[in-house]
C-alpha cells in the first residue's frame, strides 16, 4: 500500500504570495493533520482534520487554513506568505483520531519564502 | 500544559557503541501516549515505537530497546551496537488521550562515525 503523499516537494515563493500544499493520506485512513517544522526544531501542529471536520488547531495565525475532501485527501493553505514561513510541511495520517494509533507521515513539501 | 523535552541537542559516537536517547515529558492526563520518530536526513518522519500510559513494560526489538518510567516521566531510547545507518534526529513525541495531535521534542542529532 502506498504510503502518505504529499505535493509538490520543493516550492519556492515571495513574500506575500499565497501556497497550497497537498496531501493523500494512507488508503483507509480518515484523520490527516499538518505540522510545521522549521530548521533544527521539532515539528509543530497546524491542524488536524477527521471525517472532513477540523478537529483541532494549533498556535498559528488565520493565515493558516485547510480543508479536507470526501476522499480524505487535504490540501493546506498559506495566504500572505512571510519569510518566517519558510520550513517544511508534513502531512500525517492515522486511521482514527483519538488514541494510540501512530501517524505516519509522509516525505513533507519543502516551502522557501524569498 | 503539556511538554516533552529532550536534553541531548546532538550525540555522536563511534559504531558498535550503545547510545540512549533521553525523553522527559510532563503532562496532566491520566491516559496518553508516547512515541519515538527517526527522521534521517532525506526528511520522512519513521514511526519506530508507541507507548500506553498505562503499560510500563520496557520493549527490545532487535538492536533497540525503550525504557518507560512514569515515576520519573520518562520515555528513554537505547540503541545498542550502533551502525552508521542509525545516523538521524530521533523525535519523541507525546499526545493526550483525547487529543488527536502530537507534541514533539526538539529532538536530539545522532552521529554514528565508522
Known amino acids: 500500500d502506498a504510503g502518505v503523499t504529499q505535493s509538490p516537494t520543493h516550492l519556492i515563493k515571495t513574500r506575500g504570495q499565497q501556497v497550497t500544499l497537498r496531501c493523500s493520506p494512507i488508503?483507509?485512513?480518515?484523520?490527516v493533520s499538518w505540522y510545521q517544522q522549521v530548521l533544527g526544531q521539532g515539528p509543530q501542529f497546524i491542524f488536524q482534520y477527521y471525517e472532513k471536520e477540523e478537529r483541532g488547531r494549533g498556535n498559528f495565525p488565520d493565515r493558516f487554513s485547510a480543508r479536507q475532501f470526501p476522499n480524505y485527501s487535504s490540501e493546506l493553505n498559506v495566504n500572505a506568505l512571510l519569510l518566517g514561513d519558510s520550513a517544511l510541511y508534513l502531512c500525517?495520517?492515522?486511521?482514527?483520531?483519538?488514541?494510540?494509533?501512530?501517524?505516519?507521515f509522509g516525505d513533507g513539501t519543502r516551502l522557501s519564502i524569498l | 500544559a503539556q511538554k516533552v523535552t529532550q536534553a541531548q541537542t546532538e550525540i555522536s559516537v563511534v559504531e558498535k557503541e550503545d547510545v540512549t536517547l533521553d525523553c522527559v515529558y510532563e503532562?496532566?492526563?491520566?491516559?496518553?501516549?508516547l512515541f519515538w520518530y527517526k527522521q534521517p536526513p532525506s526528511g520522512e518522519l519513521v514511526f519506530l515505537i508507541r507507548r500506553n500510559s498505562f503499560d510500563e513494560q520496557n520493549e527490545i526489538s532487535g538492536r533497540y530497546s525503550w525504557n518507560f518510567q512514569k515515576s520519573t516521566s520518562s520515555f528513554n531510547f537505547t540503541i545498542t551496537a550502533s551502525q552508521v545507518v542509525d545516523s538521524a534526529v530521533y523525535f519523541c513525541a507525546l499526545k493526550g488521550g483525547s487529543q488527536g495531535n502530537l507534541i514533539f521534542g526538539k529532538g536530539t542529532k545522532l552521529s554514528v562515525k565508522p
Open positions: 500525517a495520517s492515522s486511521s482514527r483520531e483519538f488514541g494510540n494509533q501512530p501517524q505516519h
Open positions: 488508503s483507509g485512513h480518515k484523520s
Open positions: 503532562t496532566r492526563d491520566t491516559t496518553y501516549y
